[in-house]
């Protein structure tokens, strides 16, 4: 049987360029004459913006450093250990770098054995251990204070999660087994499972005291000073900390039944990572932690080895590296400075972008429409938003007067526009209308301004064709809910310059949006996508499918919500509006259903009616529906989608609408939603067959998404 040291150093010759924490070992005599007390401070020598992790050489660093005070420990030369971390940061957890470059099992079990073996010594020193959790805590980096026998919190700690179910793993190196036996297993629960799969939730340092993982809070000015004089205290019997009695009857099952309901409503059983966490919390009531932390070791090892991490990892990647540096954005140089921003329109759409840019730029706003009460409407939500954020404590009341002062409306453009720097139009999806628009502002903007449309589908080419600098037009699309959505598809046309183009993207970095480039092509990426792959429900349902078989073909997909659903939110009329453009523009691969026309025409809002709380087909609906008489599998059905989802990608890629096949899955997490675990969607088609079946070919190369060869 290998020692911890040698599979350490196995792991880190797989491993060459990790950035090493180091476990700086540092004794002092603590307050109040309570001893001499050794402190291992986590640190990788860079600064808070390149947090600390675990990979296998900063593992066997702390391990020497454990060896250190583990023999002072037996020998009586101090009375207590602690761990903290560098400024701001404690640790964020394994190293995912060093996961991805994995190819046998037998090296993934050992990344799980490795950080047990490491972590478990904490708790079996001669004298008690804490954990100082004074910054972000991840992953790993909360399972290390997990081990130890104390823990105090920062008041001022940002971030504190186990991520890893969000990310396709289980929390492996304790965290399944110590935390339920912490706090009980609702709890654990909630941060394991719930937090994770909504979208990685974070907890701040005062949750994490009340959720009991921490005994002590204090601020953080003097937080390790402060921990210093209660950890004396505790020693010198002067402080005693309570924990609650966990129950490990019929309350523990229930908290895993309500974990598995919820694991059920996020990825409907087509991602392993959470039934797999909740099987080892199910286990853990017996209180048998070596058993846990044998299941923690096998269940890291099999999903290190399976798809979906590979895919989660992918996707995470993407959002923090590729989503910062987008795909074929001019120099940043060439970005003008917008001091001022026009909003054509005062609708909802309108005043959710006049909102955003109003926060995150901090300069003037002004909005147009074609009536007074409609330009105070605009206005009015505005600083209804604005007074939201205030009550809930977001902004001050200065910051609140400054940012309502710099909101206005005006039905004049020549007045609103005459020093904007960047105007946005959100008027009605018509290609006409939004001509007419960009015009009149044309005509009133200074030479410099940029001119920015949030179409969805129609081309931004034709809709700078009729003015004098048609260079100056770029595609601004944001994704509904604006707010929420982190996608920003900037679409350049065929005659905007490369200094339009820079300004757009240094517009979104300061929106902090994820911006994708895309070719002026109809619909761009996400929206030609959803309307195929929506489309292609639709007809399946006209050929005669019936529409519950329709909607749980795709289930095994983990997609946020059900086509259907998804229909009722963007709004049967545009979605039959979307198809319409897709349609003239790809008329073999796009239909028009004529019974999503029928649902349009008789005014209904979607398909469902929410009489019993769930979604239940709506019998007017029913009855419009006209459907033949070929009837589907769920598996047919969900082949059929597939293929066209594929084809459709193919061919987008073919013709240069994005970059790579990256950029569509940046675009379908951030944009749709679409679940880490699918890695967007090229390698969920490459893992399933489903791209050499269509293509002859895979969308990426094996190894990336993908376990490597």
């Given at each position: 049987m290998s020692t911890t040291a040698e599979l350490l150093k196995q792991a880190s010759e797989l491993f060459p360029d990790e950035v090493v924490t180091s476990a700086h070992v540092r004794h002092f005599d603590l307050p109040l004459g309570a001893g001499r007390f050794a402190l291992i401070t986590l640190d990788n020598g860079h600064d808070h913006t390149k947090p600390t992790t675990f990979g296998p050489a900063s593992l066997a660093n702390l391990n020497t450093a454990i060896d250190q005070v583990e023999k002072e420990a037996a020998d009586g030369e101090i009375i207590g250990v602690g761990?903290?971390?560098?400024?701001?940061i404690f640790a964020v957890g394994a190293d995912l770098k060093g996961v991805e470059i994995l190819k046998e099992y037998e090296h993934a079990l050992a990344i799980g054995k490795g950080g047990h073996e490491v972590f478990k010594r904490l708790s079996k020193l001669a004298v008690p251990t804490f954990a100082y959790y004074n910054g972000a805590a991840m992953g790993g980096g909360v399972e290390v204070g997990l081990h130890c026998t104390y823990r105090t919190v920062s008041a001022a700690l940002p971030a504190f999660s186990l991520p890893e179910v969000f990310l396709g793993l289980v929390p492996g190196?304790?965290?399944?087994?110590?935390?339920?036996?912490?706090?009980g297993p609702e709890k654990a629960v909630s941060v394991i499972i719930e937090n994770s799969l909504n979208q990685n939730k974070q907890l701040k340092g005062k949750q994490v005291f009340e959720l009991g993982i921490a005994d002590a809070i204090f601020e953080g000015a003097d937080f390790l000073e402060q921990s210093l004089i209660w950890t004396a205290a505790v020693l010198k019997g002067e402080l005693e900390i309570e924990r609650p009695v966990i129950d490990r009857g019929e309350a523990w099952d229930q908290a895993v039944a309500k974990g598995r309901f919820i694991a059920d409503s996020k990825v409907h059983g087509a991602a392993p990572a959470a039934y797999r966490a909740l099987d080892i919390i199910a286990a853990a009531k017996n209180g048998d932690l070596q058993q846990g932390y044998d299941a923690e070791d096998k269940a890291l090892a099999d999903l290190i080895m399976g798809g979906e991490l590979r895919a989660g990892i992918y996707a995470f990647n993407l959002v923090q590296k590729r989503g910062k540096r987008p795909a074929g954005a001019p120099d940043k140089s060439l970005a003008r400075p917008v001091t001022k921003v026009g909003v054509v329109g005062a609708g909802l759409m309108a005043s959710q972008l006049a909102l955003l840019f109003l926060r995150r730029l901090e300069v003037p706003v002004v909005l147009t429409d074609i009536d007074q009460e409609r330009v105070d409407k605009g206005v009015g939500y505005v600083h209804a938003e604005i007074d939201k954020l205030l009550g809930k404590g977001r902004i001050n009341q200065d910051k609140a007067n400054r940012l309502k002062?710099?909101?206005?409306?005006?039905?004049?453009?020549?007045?609103?526009?005459?020093?904007?720097?960047?105007?946005?139009?959100?008027?009605?999806?018509?290609?006409?209308?939004?001509?007419?628009?960009?015009?009149?502002?044309?005509?009133?903007?200074?030479?410099?301004?940029?001119?920015?449309?949030?179409?969805?589908?129609?081309?931004?080419?034709?809709?700078?064709?009729?003015?004098?600098?048609?260079?100056?037009?770029?595609?601004?699309?944001?994704?509904?809910?604006?707010?929420?959505?982190?996608?920003?598809?900037?679409?350049?046309?065929?005659?905007?310059?490369?200094?339009?183009?820079?300004?757009?993207?240094?517009?979104?970095k300061k929106l902090k949006k994820t911006a994708v480039l895309t070719k002026d092509a109809p619909a761009f990426?996400?929206?030609?996508?959803?309307?195929?792959?929506?489309?292609?429900?639709?007809?399946v349902i006209d050929e005669g499918t019936p529409v519950e078989v329709a909607e749980k073909a795709v289930e095994p997909l983990g997609l946020p919500m059900s086509p259907l659903v998804l229909l009722e939110l963007v709004g049967p009329a545009i979605g039959l509006h979307v198809s319409e453009t897709l349609n003239r523009a790809f008329p073999d691969r796009f239909t028009v259903s004529p019974n999503l026309a029928a649902v349009v025409k008789a005014?209904?809002?979607?398909?469902?009616?929410?009489?019993?709380?769930?979604?239940?087909?709506?019998?007017?609906?029913?009855?419009?529906?006209?459907?033949?008489?070929?009837?589907?599998?769920?598996?047919?059905?969900?082949?059929?989608?597939?293929?066209?989802?594929?084809?459709?990608?193919?061919?987008?890629?073919?013709?240069?609408?994005?970059?790579?096949?990256?950029?569509?899955?940046?675009?379908?997490?951030?944009?749709?939603?679409?679940?880490?675990?699918?890695?967007?969607?090229?390698?969920?088609?490459?893992?399933?067959?489903?791209?050499?079946?269509?293509?002859?070919?895979?969308?990426?190369?094996?190894?990336?998404?993908?376990?490597?060869?």
């Amino acid at each position: 049987m290998s020692t911890t040291a040698e599979l350490l150093k196995q792991a880190s010759e797989l491993f060459p360029d990790e950035v090493v924490t180091s476990a700086h070992v540092r004794h002092f005599d603590l307050p109040l004459g309570a001893g001499r007390f050794a402190l291992i401070t986590l640190d990788n020598g860079h600064d808070h913006t390149k947090p600390t992790t675990f990979g296998p050489a900063s593992l066997a660093n702390l391990n020497t450093a454990i060896d250190q005070v583990e023999k002072e420990a037996a020998d009586g030369e101090i009375i207590g250990v602690g761990i903290t971390g560098k400024p701001f940061i404690f640790a964020v957890g394994a190293d995912l770098k060093g996961v991805e470059i994995l190819k046998e099992y037998e090296h993934a079990l050992a990344i799980g054995k490795g950080g047990h073996e490491v972590f478990k010594r904490l708790s079996k020193l001669a004298v008690p251990t804490f954990a100082y959790y004074n910054g972000a805590a991840m992953g790993g980096g909360v399972e290390v204070g997990l081990h130890c026998t104390y823990r105090t919190v920062s008041a001022a700690l940002p971030a504190f999660s186990l991520p890893e179910v969000f990310l396709g793993l289980v929390p492996g190196w304790g965290g399944c087994t110590l935390l339920p036996n912490l706090i009980g297993p609702e709890k654990a629960v909630s941060v394991i499972i719930e937090n994770s799969l909504n979208q990685n939730k974070q907890l701040k340092g005062k949750q994490v005291f009340e959720l009991g993982i921490a005994d002590a809070i204090f601020e953080g000015a003097d937080f390790l000073e402060q921990s210093l004089i209660w950890t004396a205290a505790v020693l010198k019997g002067e402080l005693e900390i309570e924990r609650p009695v966990i129950d490990r009857g019929e309350a523990w099952d229930q908290a895993v039944a309500k974990g598995r309901f919820i694991a059920d409503s996020k990825v409907h059983g087509a991602a392993p990572a959470a039934y797999r966490a909740l099987d080892i919390i199910a286990a853990a009531k017996n209180g048998d932690l070596q058993q846990g932390y044998d299941a923690e070791d096998k269940a890291l090892a099999d999903l290190i080895m399976g798809g979906e991490l590979r895919a989660g990892i992918y996707a995470f990647n993407l959002v923090q590296k590729r989503g910062k540096r987008p795909a074929g954005a001019p120099d940043k140089s060439l970005a003008r400075p917008v001091t001022k921003v026009g909003v054509v329109g005062a609708g909802l759409m309108a005043s959710q972008l006049a909102l955003l840019f109003l926060r995150r730029l901090e300069v003037p706003v002004v909005l147009t429409d074609i009536d007074q009460e409609r330009v105070d409407k605009g206005v009015g939500y505005v600083h209804a938003e604005i007074d939201k954020l205030l009550g809930k404590g977001r902004i001050n009341q200065d910051k609140a007067n400054r940012l309502k002062a710099l909101v206005s409306g005006v039905l004049d453009k020549a007045e609103g526009f005459a020093d904007a720097d960047f105007v946005i139009e959100a008027v009605f999806e018509e290609m006409g209308v939004k001509q007419k628009v960009f015009a009149e502002v044309e005509a009133v903007a200074p030479a410099h301004a940029i001119f920015a449309t949030n179409t969805s589908s129609l081309s931004v080419s034709e809709m700078a064709s009729k003015l004098k600098h048609p260079e100056r037009v770029v595609g601004f699309h944001f994704f509904n809910p604006v707010a929420v959505l982190p996608l920003l598809e900037i679409v350049r046309g065929e005659k905007t310059d490369d200094a339009s183009l820079a300004t757009a993207f240094g517009v979104a970095k300061k929106l902090k949006k994820t911006a994708v480039l895309t070719k002026d092509a109809p619909a761009f990426v996400v929206n030609r996508i959803l309307t195929r792959f929506m489309g292609e429900i639709q007809n399946v349902i006209d050929e005669g499918t019936p529409v519950e078989v329709a909607e749980k073909a795709v289930e095994p997909l983990g997609l946020p919500m059900s086509p259907l659903v998804l229909l009722e939110l963007v709004g049967p009329a545009i979605g039959l509006h979307v198809s319409e453009t897709l349609n003239r523009a790809f008329p073999d691969r796009f239909t028009v259903s004529p019974n999503l026309a029928a649902v349009v025409k008789a005014g209904k809002r979607g398909f469902y009616v929410y009489d019993s709380g769930k979604p239940e087909l709506d019998p007017e609906v029913a009855a419009l529906l006209k459907q033949g008489d070929t009837v589907l599998t769920e598996e047919q059905v969900r082949d059929r989608v597939l293929d066209a989802v594929a084809q459709e990608i193919g061919i987008m890629l073919d013709e240069g609408v994005v970059a790579e096949a990256q950029d569509i899955d940046l675009c379908l997490i951030t944009g749709a939603g679409w679940p880490f675990h699918l890695g967007g969607i090229t390698p969920y088609l490459d893992r399933e067959g489903v791209s050499e079946r269509v293509n002859g070919k895979r969308f990426l190369a094996p190894g990336v998404a993908s376990v490597p060869a």
